[in-house]
């Protein structure tokens, strides 16, 4: 049985959507907590001075702040809040914008419940979900380089480069674990991606230091 629960905000400016699907998020996945619903983005980004969370599902279109600006504020001021954006205008092209400003995962309004909970728990647990229109997208229209160009910031999640920064620090994978709410085997899938990725021998962390300094990822320690 899962020790963590995700905790989830749930941003969308018409509350019956919002409290309606808080309602049953909780009452069919136990997993799932919901800490907040927000009929804005300005009220989203004040409640998140007070309230601590995983993960945001974000609507796309509102007035005032669109689901787009609230999740520019949202990575710029609360790194670690991952961010879900649901939409009725799911296709190609939003996918594609909305990739390459490293949205978590992008999904439909119109998805049942089930998968909505999939791809709440794989940001959670992986930093990112991707659906078969995702994966139908080529590399650059993901926001990722077509040709592989060595591990940088901008290729990969919020969650994956604390993970880095982490380890630079020389943290084990169960302090990574608490600090982070992921699981310890979760946290073990991330380093072996890192050092697979970097080219780096496992459990070299000088060179992984120098190889975060050189990409800008740190500074110095």
């Known amino acids: 049985m899962r020790d963590t629960k995700i905790r989830i905000a749930i941003v969308d400016d018409h509350p019956a959507v919002s409290l309606g699907l808080s309602e049953l998020l909780e ?30 599902l974000l609507d796309l279109d509102m007035p005032v702040l669109n689901g787009e600006e609230t ?16 939409t009725g205008f799911y296709n190609q092209a939003f996918v594609s914008r909305l990739m390459k400003k490293k949205v978590d995962a992008v999904i439909s309004k119109t998805w049942p419940l089930e998968k909505i909970a999939h791809a709440i728990t794989e940001v959670f647990e992986l930093g990112r979900y991707v659906d078969a229109v995702t994966l139908g997208l080529r590399p650059e229209q993901r926001g990722q380089p077509s040709v592989e160009a060595g591990y940088v910031e901008s290729d990969h999640s919020v969650l994956e ?3 880095l ?27 072996s991606a890192i050092w697979k990725k970097t080219g ?11 190889y975060a300094l050189d990409h800008g990822l740190i500074n110095i320690l």
Not at 71 to 86: G, H, N, P, Q, T
Not at 183 to 189: A, I
Not at 200 to 210: H, T
């Open 27 to 56: 009452s069919k996945y136990s997993q799932i907590k919901v800490i907040f619903t927000a009929v804005s983005g300005m009220e989203a980004l004040e409640k998140l001075e007070s309230l601590t969370i995983d993960l945001m």
């Open 71 to 86: 999740f520019d504020l949202v990575r710029a001021k609360f790194a670690m809040v991952s961010v879900i954006i649901y």
């Open 161 to 163: 480069v604390q993970i």
């Open 165 to 191: 920064k982490m380890m630079c620090l020389g943290k084990t994978s169960a302090e990574i674990s608490r600090l982070i709410r992921r699981s310890e085997r979760t946290v073990e899938g991330y380093r």
């Open 200 to 210: 780096i021998d496992p459990g070299n962390i000088d060179k992984l230091r120098l």
